[in-house]
């Protein structure tokens, strides 16, 4: 058999019958902001317009049910609530657990070697 060395990438969001709640895009734009202190830097830096990164921040909102953001400061930037920080961290353990887990069944089963995926902040993905 080639020698194969894989890398483990898991696409893990949740979403209700309301519609989309979490994935880690999101959870990477609420970073953005709180970092860069604007919705529209944030977006600008995951290469997102905006109006997307505002709709879809308004999306998790409207199923949670409480505000994630808020502005801040004389200049109307952004900040995370804290809830919003809250759901941050809680998003980031359960998606590092499943990774976890995952990584260690995927070296059980496959006869290749398999490394986890380590996320370049520069090359966010927008989708979730």
Known sequence: MRQIEAVQRLHLWLETGDGMLLGL???QLLE???EL???????AAMGMS???AWGRMKQTETVIGEPL??????KKGF???PLGHEIVRLFRAWHQDVENYALVRAR????WKTEAFREDPSKADATG
């Open 69 to 74: 953001v808020e502005r801040s400061g004389p």
């Open 32 to 34: 953005l902001v709180e």
């Open 79 to 81: 900040r995370l609530t």
């Open 50 to 52: 905006y109006r997307a």
């Open 108 to 111: 059980d089963i496959f006869p």
């Open 37 to 43: 202190g604007s919705l529209n830097k944030a977006a």
């Open 25 to 27: 895009g999101r959870i």
